[in-house]
């Protein structure tokens, strides 16, 4: 019998020894002292061969109920250690979701107005049924100039200025694009018409001064159906440009010019009383109607197809809408002045909020 009230005692040991363990670290001691391979209630249980066989059964089932109650009870304070220790963490690390947001990078960064004006000029031509369409920087000669109609020796050649790469053991040769005009070839010779086309860029000649950098941006713009006319071009760029100014009313002149790759050509001038400089005409690129030439180059049947295209400068387009001054500053990689021409990430242009956001 003194073995069943030793075994009492040291139950009742354990289970205060668990109700005093003030952490979890405390509780695995007590755990081990008691459990463990040479714990408390382990070493009972290895005194079961030294007892006479009708002791052993009665005495194995003793030690393994207090093996139970001893389990239960670290259990249970373990889960209350484990709420406490909780609480305690929650009450330290508090977070004041009233304070108001820490600007992060979002609020820092500006967007080049070359880039914002791009966004603006997607926006409107997708808003009038245009998609985007891309070209590499780096052209064939064939579809900077040949299939435009400017064949080798043509004049016009020479105008452009174009930074040319070593010719290849073929004699062909790659070209830096002077213009986004190639992407008109290269979307006519992909897609079937109807085509409704822009095509925004940097295109590049050898040219530096005040007005000129040897790389710019255009965007280019080609419209090919079956009935397709001056009229529709004139519409489409007064249409951009009450969208783009956010004005009501734009003048626009359209002078006669000469592009080998359209027939008509001109040269579009806005009245510069949108931005307030009234009687002031200024150009802001080249358009006409699609030379049957070019036409033919890309497999169109000129008898059945007609189309406009029109050229623009971005750089100008920016410098207009938001009275930047100098041109060379945009490629000056000048932090203060992105920081004062540059636009909110957040701001995107939209139709409905006035293209420029
Ligand atoms: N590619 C011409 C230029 O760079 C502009 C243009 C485009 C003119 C399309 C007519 C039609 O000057």
Known sequence: MTETSDLETLESDILKAIDA??????LEEVRIGALGKKGMVSKQMQRLGSLAPDERK?????????KTRVTEALEGRKATLEEIALEKRLASETADITLPVRPGPQAEGRIHPV????DELAEIFADLGFSVAEGPDIESDDYNFTKLNIPEEHPSRQDHDTFYFKPDEDGSRLVLRTHTSPVQIRTMLK???????????R??????????????HQIEALVI?????????????????????????????????HFPFTEPSAEIDIGADA????GEWLEIGGCGMVHPNVLRNCGLDPDVYQGFAFGMGIDRMAMLKYGIPDLRAFFGADLRWLKHYGF???DKPTISGGSSG
């Open 115 to 118: 880039s914002q004006v791009m």
């Open 275 to 278: 931005i307030g400089k009234p």
């Open 225 to 257: 159906d079956q009935e397709t006319h001056m009229g529709h071009l004139k519409w489409v760029l007064i249409e951009m440009c009450k969208a783009f100014f956010e004005v009501d009313e734009v003048k626009m002149r359209f002078r006669a010019s």
């Open 203 to 216: 295109v590049y000649r050898c040219d530096s001064d005040q007005t000129h950098t040897p790389m710019f």
């Open 58 to 66: 009665a005495f194995g089932q003793s030690v393994n109920q207090v």
């Open 344 to 346: 909110s990430v957040l």
């Open 191 to 201: 897609q079937k018409p109807p085509i409704r086309i822009i095509a925004p860029g």
């Open 21 to 26: 363990a003030g952490d979890l670290n405390a």
